[in-house]
C-alpha cells in the first residue's frame, strides 16, 4: 500500500514563507510525476505545480515567480517553497503522485492535505 504524507503547513503573514513536504512510502517501483494542488474556499481544487522524475517543472501562473517545486527522487518526496505569501493563497494543500508498483500499473495517490493559512 502506499501513503503520501504532507508536512509543513500552518499559518504565516502575508508576504512570509513556507515550505511544504510530501514523501511517498509503500512498496514503490517508481515515482513518477509529483505535483501539488490547493483547495482554497470557495474554489475547486486546482493545480499548483508539477515536477516530472527528470526535473522538468511547470506552475500555474497565480505562482509563478513565488513557489517552487523540488523533488528528492530517493526520498520519493516533493517540496514546495512558498515565499510572498497573499491571503489568497490560504487553502488545503495536496500532494498528488503517479506512483508504479512492483507488478501493478501506474495510479494516481493524493495525501490528506495541509492547511495553510496567510493572514493578511
Known amino acids: 500500500q502506499v501513503q503520501l504524507m504532507e508536512s509543513g503547513g500552518g499559518l504565516v503573514q502575508t508576504g512570509g514563507s513556507l515550505r511544504l513536504s510530501c514523501a511517498a512510502s509503500?512498496?514503490?517501483?517508481?515515482?513518477?510525476?509529483m505535483a501539488w494542488y490547493r483547495q482554497v474556499p470557495g474554489k475547486q481544487r486546482e493545480l499548483v505545480a508539477t515536477?516530472?522524475?527528470?526535473?522538468?517543472?511547470n506552475y500555474a501562473d497565480f505562482v509563478k515567480g513565488r513557489f517552487t517545486i523540488s523533488r528528492d527522487n530517493a526520498k520519493n518526496a516533493v517540496y514546495l517553497q512558498m515565499d510572498s505569501l497573499k491571503p489568497e493563497d490560504t487553502g488545503v494543500y495536496y500532494c498528488?503522485?503517479?506512483?508504479?508498483?512492483?507488478?501493478?500499473?501506474?495510479?494516481?495517490?493524493w495525501g490528506q492535505g495541509t492547511q495553510v493559512t496567510v493572514s493578511s
Open positions: 515536477a516530472t522524475s527528470t526535473g522538468s517543472t
Open positions: 509503500g512498496n514503490i517501483f517508481r515515482t513518477n510525476l
Open positions: 498528488y503522485a503517479i506512483i508504479t508498483q512492483a507488478t501493478m500499473p501506474a495510479h494516481n495517490y
